[in-house]
């Protein structure tokens, strides 16, 4: 059984620059969340998709969006990008309805925004 | 989703057991309590998750009084590998977001 993996790794983008960043879900699991985890503090909810459309969002602007496609991976974009959209970025996959325990994270994409 | 208070920072050594409290004042009668771990540079890691009373499995146990207004992490004889944010999140089964505070930072020391 595969967990979740992202990519890329590390990012270093330009202030108003577009990112585009990748997750591929764990086997079985049909839901993916995106999370924003700045340094210092915990991870703060952008989004969710099931089944290739949005089904939650959290306080973040139009600027993130995302995509899921039909093999459950996922994508988070960014447009226009500012120097406080530098974190790390997760993307966990769960199935619907999952207990909270049911979520499981990869290791992120760190972006830096200058 | 009820708001949860716990320490900033706590200091262990080796073989030590470490207990982390949080406090959720105003738990909901359908929410349940979930722990989180997370290492540098990696995501969470769910670690243990009740209801109410006492939860053990191989990694930690969760102690939580009747009036569930507070919880306990209990980790049994620390080692270095155990130095992590830990996390406590309060909400209902099956909820589909996950909403996480600034979490504890223990640090364990040989």
């Known amino acids: 059984e595969t967990g979740v993996t992202q990519s890329p790794t590390h990012l270093i983008k330009t202030r108003g620059q577009q990112v585009t960043l990748r997750c591929s879900s764990q086997?079985?699991?049909?839901?993916v969340s995106w999370y924003q985890q700045a340094l210092g503090q915990g991870p703060q909810f952008i989004f969710q998709y099931y089944r290739e459309e949005e089904n939650g969002r959290g306080n973040f602007p139009p600027r993130f969006s995302g995509l899921q496609f039909p093999n459950y991976s996922s994508e988070l974009n960014v447009n226009a990008l500012e120097l406080d959209d530098s974190a790390l970025y997760l993307c966990?996959?769960?199935?619907?309805?999952?207990?909270?325990?049911?979520?499981?994270f990869g290791s992120g994409t760190r972006l830096t925004v200058v | 989703l009820a708001k949860t208070t716990q320490p900033i920072s706590m200091d262990s050594y080796e073989g030590q057991e470490v207990n982390i409290t949080c406090s959720h004042n105003n738990i909901a009668t359908n929410d349940y309590i979930t722990w989180y771990q997370q290492f540098p540079s990696q995501g969470p890691r769910f670690i243990i998750q009740?209801?109410?009373t006492k939860v053990t499995n191989e990694v930690a146990s969760l102690f939580i009084p009747a009036d569930r207004k507070s919880s306990t992490l209990s980790l049994p004889r620390v080692s270095l590998s155990d130095t992590a944010v830990y996390y406590c999140l309060v909400g209902e089964s099956g909820y589909s977001t996950l909403t996480f505070g600034k979490g504890t930072m223990l640090l364990v020391s040989p």
């Open positions: 086997s079985g699991h049909n839901t």
């Open positions: 009740g209801y109410k």
């Open positions: 966990a996959s769960s199935t619907t309805g999952s207990r909270s325990y049911g979520y499981t």
